[in-house]
């Protein structure tokens, strides 16, 4: 095995990154994939959403398993990694990764920290899924320095041409400077409320400015309040609503990134050929 590790990026909040990245995962793992979800967000909303409701309590966290690359500290088999329930690992996050972040600062290859240590566990998953906080900070950095792919979450009511374009110059520059590969798989519409045009409008907008360059998922994410319940449970969309359209939303779109996925590969072995 060699993941394909997957960044789900935007530095605007709310936008549904984390919900995404849980459901996605689930999802993956559900078509029976190895899955492993890094949280790399200080609030550990990630980690919450898994069931682990408090993880500032977590001893053993993506900021512990940094700090050891960082100080070249061997880590231990699956140091840190929690399994949750529905067969998805977890590296969960808390408070104690802004100190790391801002300890990057002084730090030799600051931007490849997190690569380090993927580089570890690459061999022993299918997909690694990285969850990015809300800023395009060094964490977030660190996350499209080391994945083959973004997948950038876009919330349908509003329109996010100008905070899109920061984030595509971003992954631009990292990808001209530090990790040439990147990719971007494509823009998901979230929160979609099909009672309203916007979100036609929204993803008719994005098609025609950007169409021709990224991806717009054919899959949307709709609006529903069974998708906001899933955190406070620590549960999947699966197992929280299985028969809704959110559930089937996140199923289709797990079949369009193992699509991609599948294209990717033949593509490398007509090439290798
Ligand atoms: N499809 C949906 N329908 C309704 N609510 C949703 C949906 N997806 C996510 N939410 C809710 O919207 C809020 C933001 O979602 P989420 O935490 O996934 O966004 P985020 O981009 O990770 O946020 P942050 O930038 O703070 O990390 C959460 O309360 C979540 O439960
Ligand atoms: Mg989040």
Redesign the pocket.
Known sequence: MNAKVLAVA?Q?????????CANLGIGLAREGKKVLLIDC?P?G?LSI?LGNPQPDSIPTTLSTIMSKVITDTPLELKEGIITHAEGVDLLPANIELSGTEVGLVNTMSRESILKQYIETVKKDYQFILI?C??SLGMLTVNALACADSVII?VQAQYLPAKGLEQLLQTVAKVRKQINPKLNIDGILL??VDNRTNFAKDIAALLRDTYGSKIKVFGTE?????R??E??AEGKSIYAHDPKGK?AEAYTNLTKEVIKIEKLRQKHKSDIGR
């Open positions: 935007n605007k909040g709310g936008v549904g990154k984390t919900t995404t967000d609030q909303s959403s969850d906080m809300p979450p979230t929160m994410i709709p609006h529903s309040v998708a906001a899933t955190s959110v």
